[in-house]
């Protein structure tokens, strides 16, 4: 993140942003929220306990129709998207040639002819063309810039959300329905990237401040920034796009094998997939891990993880965590120090510090069932 200039794009919510209090940062080209008055640490801890609500209107949607809109994604990913039954979404991933992640995206099926895509803000002009590059001329795919997108995540968030939307009463997990939500038109998944239950909710831009005003009013309910949300999928061992993953890391490296659906293993015919199956078969050389550091001192992004005190691998991400209070770290190290329970230490301001390998993620998901 980097102070904000001129140049950045603003959400449909800055307004309302900058008269909560918000602090403005720049992140992948938009001023958006790092935190509010109440402090990453009061966000982190509404979202846990009972509801937040952030603003992700930054992140690219768009449209893919046609009657061969499935089949024409599934080339471009590792994913059963020709399987994806209409009111359902997944999550995968576009590989380049080399198997390594271009984005990870979000793709759920209105229609049998309409899949609706939602990229990552700093890869979306990227993805888009890439897709477009690839379809057949009887597919199209339209942007929706003027769609705004609210994440309202925590256990209490569907409680609270009842009384707006009520068609939402038997949303499963990883489902997705056009219906009302305090009676404006919206898109909403049950989904999100916190670990938590709760919904991410698609609506135009020109209604997001009314509807979020409306959430923000409910009990409990705290605005939530960036800050809160990366420390939040951290603790869930979610990855970030362009610092857990990226286009020199592939699926099975990042611990995201299980994004390769069954299908799709027989075959391996999307890009990178030779090589990928080649990986899957040998094993990796490298693999993102979890970490727990003793003591209270962090590891941030670019840490050197150390076996021995040899390097071995970097910290892609590091936080203190606020749930387990201790600090805890992802990374990528040789795949033969890669076992939970791995005793390697982590070097924080030219000291060695003790850490131990453990399963992610950090905290069991709270998803609905």
């Known amino acids: 993140m980097t102070e904000e200039s001129e140049a950045l794009h603003v959400s449909p919510l800055d307004g309302l942003h900058r008269a909560l209090g918000a602090r403005m940062v720049g992140f992948a080209g938009y001023a958006m929220p790092v935190s509010y008055p109440a402090g990453i640490l009061a966000e982190h801890r509404a979202c846990r306990e009972e509801a937040a609500l952030f603003d992700v209107s930054h992140m690219g949607q768009a449209g893919l129709r046609g009657m061969a809109a499935a089949a024409a994604l599934e080339r471009l990913v590792p994913g059963d998207i020709a399987g994806l039954a209409p009111g359902r979404q997944r999550y995968t991933l576009l590989t380049n040639a080399a198997g390594g992640i271009l984005d990870d995206l979000m793709v759920a099926r209105l229609a049998e002819d309409h899949l609706f895509l939602i990229v990552n803000a700093a890869r979306k002009a990227a993805d888009f063309a890439h897709i477009t590059a690839h379809l057949p001329p009887e597919v199209t795919l339209t942007p929706h810039p003027e769609r705004a997108l609210l994440a309202f995540q925590g256990p209490k968030a569907m409680t609270l959300l009842a009384p707006l939307a009520p068609a939402l009463a038997d949303l499963r997990f990883m489902a997705v329905r056009e219906c009302g939500v305090a009676g404006i038109p919206c898109l909403v998944s049950r989904s999100g990237y916190t670990g938590e239950d709760g919904v991410e909710i698609s609506l135009p831009a020109a209604a997001a401040e009314g509807l979020a005003r409306t959430l923000l009013a409910l009990p409990g309910v705290l605005p939530a920034g960036l800050g809160a949300r990366d420390l939040l999928r951290l603790e869930a061992g979610l990855c970030l ?73 970097r910290v892609t991400s590091g936080s203190f965590s606020p749930t387990l209070s201790a600090p805890i770290a992802m990374g990528y190290v040789a795949a033969a120090f890669a076992t939970p329970g791995t005793a390697l230490a982590v070097s924080v301001r030219e000291r060695a510090l003790a850490a131990s390998v453990v399963p992610l993620p950090f905290l069991p998901h709270r998803y609905a069932s």
């Open 241 to 313: 796009y362009g610092q857990d993953i990226d286009e020199t890391t592939t699926p099975i490296a990042a611990n995201l094998a299980w994004t390769i659906a069954k299908r799709r293993r027989e075959a391996w015919d999307f890009p990178g997939g030779t090589a990928i199956a080649a990986e899957w078969q040998a094993g990796p050389a490298r693999k993102r891990i979890g970490l727990r550091l003793e003591g209270r001192a962090p590891a941030r992004s670019g840490a050197a993880i150390l076996a021995d005190g040899r390097e071995i691998g």
